[in-house]
Protein backbone atom coordinates (compact mmCIF):
# COMPACT_ATOMS: atom_id res chain seq x y z
CA UNK A 1 0.00 0.00 0.00
CA UNK A 2 2.85 2.60 0.95
CA UNK A 3 5.71 2.78 -1.18
CA UNK A 4 9.06 1.64 -0.83
CA UNK A 5 10.41 5.17 -0.60
CA UNK A 6 7.13 5.74 1.89
CA UNK A 7 8.03 2.73 4.24
CA UNK A 8 11.75 4.12 4.61
CA UNK A 9 10.72 7.84 5.18
CA UNK A 10 8.42 6.59 7.77
CA UNK A 11 10.94 4.25 9.85
CA UNK A 12 14.10 6.84 9.46
CA UNK A 13 11.81 9.81 10.91
CA UNK A 14 10.73 7.99 13.78
CA UNK A 15 14.24 6.78 14.43
CA UNK A 16 15.84 10.06 14.01
CA UNK A 17 12.78 11.26 16.46
CA UNK A 18 13.88 9.28 18.69
CA UNK A 19 17.14 9.47 18.58
CA UNK A 20 16.79 13.35 18.79
CA UNK A 21 14.02 13.64 21.89
CA UNK A 22 17.61 14.99 23.92
CA UNK A 23 18.48 17.09 21.33
CA UNK A 24 20.78 14.97 19.72
CA UNK A 25 22.20 14.45 15.73
CA UNK A 26 22.14 11.05 14.18
CA UNK A 27 24.16 11.06 11.36
CA UNK A 28 23.01 9.60 7.86
CA UNK A 29 25.68 6.21 8.40
CA UNK A 30 23.43 5.36 11.35
CA UNK A 31 20.13 5.87 10.17
CA UNK A 32 20.54 4.02 7.04
CA UNK A 33 22.39 1.09 9.35
CA UNK A 34 19.35 1.13 11.86
CA UNK A 35 16.49 0.84 9.17
CA UNK A 36 18.56 -1.17 7.06
CA UNK A 37 18.37 1.20 4.22
CA UNK A 38 20.76 2.01 0.96
CA UNK A 39 22.69 4.87 2.43
CA UNK A 40 22.63 7.32 -0.64
CA UNK A 41 18.84 6.33 -0.92
CA UNK A 42 17.11 7.61 2.82
CA UNK A 43 19.90 10.67 2.03
CA UNK A 44 17.65 11.68 -0.79
CA UNK A 45 14.43 11.20 1.06
CA UNK A 46 15.81 12.97 4.19
CA UNK A 47 17.18 15.66 2.29
CA UNK A 48 13.55 16.16 0.41
CA UNK A 49 11.47 16.22 3.84
CA UNK A 50 14.16 18.46 5.40
CA UNK A 51 13.57 20.88 2.43
CA UNK A 52 9.78 20.48 3.04
CA UNK A 53 10.58 21.06 7.11
CA UNK A 54 9.64 17.73 8.66
CA UNK A 55 13.24 17.93 9.95
CA UNK A 56 16.77 19.57 10.45
CA UNK A 57 20.02 18.65 9.34
CA UNK A 58 23.43 20.47 10.38
CA UNK A 59 26.77 20.38 8.98
CA UNK A 60 29.95 19.72 10.08
CA UNK A 61 31.84 16.64 12.44
CA UNK A 62 28.74 16.36 15.08
CA UNK A 63 26.38 17.03 12.28
CA UNK A 64 23.19 15.43 11.10
CA UNK A 65 19.58 15.32 11.57
CA UNK A 66 17.13 15.71 13.87
CA UNK A 67 13.45 16.90 14.47
CA UNK A 68 12.51 19.36 17.09
CA UNK A 69 9.33 19.30 19.21
CA UNK A 70 7.74 21.55 16.78
CA UNK A 71 8.60 19.01 14.23
CA UNK A 72 7.75 16.03 16.21
CA UNK A 73 3.96 17.39 16.12
CA UNK A 74 3.93 16.36 12.58
CA UNK A 75 1.72 13.11 11.84
CA UNK A 76 2.38 10.06 9.70
CA UNK A 77 -0.12 11.21 6.99
CA UNK A 78 1.78 14.22 6.63
CA UNK A 79 4.84 12.34 5.77
CA UNK A 80 3.20 9.87 3.73
CA UNK A 81 1.39 12.61 1.62
CA UNK A 82 4.79 14.28 1.49
CA UNK A 83 6.42 10.93 0.05
CA UNK A 84 3.47 9.04 -1.78
CA UNK A 85 0.80 11.90 -2.35
CA UNK A 86 -2.56 11.43 -1.00
CA UNK A 87 -3.49 8.83 -3.37
CA UNK A 88 -3.89 6.16 -0.39
CA UNK A 89 -6.15 8.72 1.32
CA UNK A 90 -8.01 9.99 -1.59
CA UNK A 91 -7.88 7.65 -4.82
CA UNK A 92 -9.74 4.69 -5.94
CA UNK A 93 -8.88 1.15 -3.99
CA UNK A 94 -7.57 -0.32 -7.69
CA UNK A 95 -6.71 2.78 -9.44
CA UNK A 96 -9.41 3.69 -11.92
CA UNK A 97 -9.28 6.98 -13.24
CA UNK A 98 -12.82 7.10 -13.80
CA UNK A 99 -14.11 6.06 -10.20
CA UNK A 100 -15.42 8.96 -8.18
CA UNK A 101 -18.25 9.62 -5.55
CA UNK A 102 -20.79 9.93 -9.06
CA UNK A 103 -19.34 7.25 -10.79
CA UNK A 104 -18.23 4.49 -7.73
CA UNK A 105 -16.58 1.33 -9.23
CA UNK A 106 -17.62 -1.72 -7.59
CA UNK A 107 -14.87 -0.97 -4.43
CA UNK A 108 -15.79 2.35 -4.32
CA UNK A 109 -17.71 2.12 -1.10
CA UNK A 110 -16.10 -0.57 1.24
CA UNK A 111 -12.59 1.02 0.45
CA UNK A 112 -13.66 5.06 0.99
CA UNK A 113 -14.36 3.66 4.51
CA UNK A 114 -11.28 1.42 4.93
CA UNK A 115 -9.17 4.72 3.12
CA UNK A 116 -10.99 6.91 5.61
CA UNK A 117 -10.43 4.98 8.53
CA UNK A 118 -6.38 4.66 7.31
CA UNK A 119 -6.09 8.05 7.46
CA UNK A 120 -7.33 8.79 10.58
CA UNK A 121 -4.84 6.35 12.47
CA UNK A 122 -2.23 7.97 10.37
CA UNK A 123 -3.45 11.27 10.73
CA UNK A 124 -3.85 10.93 14.77
CA UNK A 125 -0.43 9.31 14.98
CA UNK A 126 2.52 11.54 15.23
CA UNK A 127 6.11 11.83 15.38
CA UNK A 128 6.20 13.03 19.36
CA UNK A 129 4.30 9.88 19.89
CA UNK A 130 7.36 7.44 18.81
CA UNK A 131 9.97 9.71 21.49
CA UNK A 132 9.02 8.68 24.71
CA UNK A 133 11.41 6.38 26.78
CA UNK A 134 8.80 3.90 26.76
CA UNK A 135 8.39 3.64 23.44
CA UNK A 136 12.30 4.34 22.27
CA UNK A 137 13.06 0.85 24.53
CA UNK A 138 10.32 -1.69 23.11
CA UNK A 139 10.65 -0.10 19.48
CA UNK A 140 12.45 -2.13 16.63
CA UNK A 141 12.24 -0.89 13.50
CA UNK A 142 11.70 -4.03 10.78
CA UNK A 143 14.87 -5.00 8.80
CA UNK A 144 14.55 -7.12 5.46
Not at 28 to 45: D, Q, R, V
Not at 109 to 114: D, F, I, L, P
Amino acid sequence: MLSKTCEYALRAMIYIAQQSRDGSTTNIKKIAAEINSPELFIGKILQALSKHGFLKSSKGRNGGFYISDAEAKHSLADIITAIDGDKIFAGCGIGLAYCSETNPCPIHNTYKAARDQLYEIYGKTTLSQFRTEKCGEKLQLRRE
